[in-house]
């Protein structure tokens, strides 16, 4: 006996997403089933519905997940029915070589579960979790590792971005970059993920924090949540930040788009010596190429970076203090509150660069 829920269902790649029901098992030994209050739509799910990204269909999509546990399966310890949980879609093994190396956002089985079924359709069909997550649902069934506890004041339409764009934004200038008090950043790109980095910057004690953004309708935002300066994407934007820095370029450039032009970008605005640090998940047919002579003379660091290089278990407290101490604005973050039948628009929103983060809200009371 399983359980019916809601879901919306990619039943093929480049096609769009239908709300139908979805039969999920009771979840197994180490596995917990989760009640969704919120989940935000992130550039990612796009990129997965659209075939960027990899995907086994039919899926349900959603990785921005919060909601509160249903019941747990056999030998999950630290959770009960009732617990709101944030879900974390790298979740860690802890036994894996690169977990034991401290690099969790890399465990070698974090994507384990995108691969496996976890339920069906109501023809049979077999259905899989998108990054292992499936949270555009009202109920889903992940690994007990993929569950982080929150305190019960947090509200769980907010607490649904620390999930993906608050911890890899955020994390790309904490952890990644590491961005130092007085030191420069510039922030490509105001998506969700955008915005959280423009957060982080001023958290590090940044300054100036430059955001580059084409919709001018983000500036005020942007402003809000700690930029000095907010630019649009023009040919002399490396000289309009080099007059900003001291004539030399930024010492942190935090690309939040994930295409050619914008890396290339945030490699140009960065001074010699410093940091480019790409966050935005491009594709695999978008090249950019550097002459031989400017990796050597400028002495710039370029580096991926993977879910804020973020051990959520780790982050997610951290980022809650900031959050309790009003430093870190979740709130702002959220410019529409969706209902499961309107992904579409916010996948359409994405595309076109409008807003910050979509949220399905399923329960209108939290
Ligand atoms: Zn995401
Ligand atoms: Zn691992």
Same mark, same amino acid.
């Given at each position: ?109 974090? *994507?384990? $579960?995108?691969?496996?079924?976890? =339920?069906?359709? %109501?023809?049979?069909?077999? &259905?899989? @979790? !998108?990054?292992? +997550? ?28 620390? *999930?993906? $764009?608050?911890?890899?934004?955020? =994390?790309?200038? %904490?952890?990644?970059?590491? &961005?130092? @008090? !007085?030191?420069? +950043? ?26 580059v953004e084409l919709a001018s309708d983000k500036a005020d935002l942007a402003r809000r949540l700690g930029a000095t300066h907010v630019l649009a994407p023009s040919a002399d934007l490396g000289k309009r930040i080099r007059a900003l820095t001291g004539g030399r370029g930024a010492d942190h450039a935090i ?75 979740l709130r702002a973050l959220v410019t529409d509150e969706i209902t499961l039948d309107d992904v579409e628009d916010a996948f359409a929103r994405l595309a076109a660069g409008r807003g910050a983060r979509s949220v399905i809200r399923f329960q209108p009371d939290r």
């Open positions: 006996m399983g359980t019916v829920v809601q879901a919306a269902v990619l039943r093929s790649v480049g096609g769009p997403l239908a709300v139908e029901q979805v039969e999920l098992p009771e979840p197994g030994p180490g596995q917990v089933r989760v009640r969704l209050a919120a989940t935000g739509v992130c550039h990612s799910d796009l990129s997965l519905a659209r075939g960027t990204l990899a995907q086994p269909v039919p899926a349900v999509l959603g990785h921005e997940g919060a909601g509160t546990v249903a019941a747990v399966g056999e030998g999950v310890a630290g959770l009960a029915a009732g617990d709101p949980v944030v879900l974390n879609w790298t979740p860690p093994c802890r036994t894996c070589w690169f977990c034991l190396q401290g690099e969790p956002y890399l465990c070698e089985r974090a *994507g384990d $579960a995108a691969q496996r079924p976890y =339920g069906r359709l %109501r023809d049979g069909t077999p &259905v899989h @979790p !998108g990054l292992g +997550v499936g949270a555009f649902a009202t109920e889903t069934v992940v690994g007990a590792n993929a569950c982080i506890r929150l305190p019960a004041d947090v509200p769980l339409v907010e607490a649904a971005l620390l *999930g993906c $764009a608050v911890l890899t934004g955020v =994390g790309a200038v %904490r952890n990644a970059a590491r &961005v130092r @008090p !007085g030191q420069s +950043v510039v922030v490509i790109g105001l998506g969700g993920v955008g915005l959280a980095a423009v957060q982080g910057a001023r958290i590090a004690g940044a300054d100036p924090i430059v955001a690309e939040c788009v994930g295409r050619a032009e914008t890396i290339r970008s945030a490699w140009s605005v960065t001074r010699r010596g410093g940091r480019a640090t790409v966050v935005g998940l491009g594709s695999r047919t978008d090249t950019l190429t550097f002459n031989a002579l400017e990796l050597t003379h400028f002495a710039r660091t370029l580096a991926g970076c993977m879910y804020g290089d973020s051990d959520p278990t780790a982050d997610v407290p951290v980022l809650l203090d900031h959050y309790h101490n009003r430093r870190l604005d």
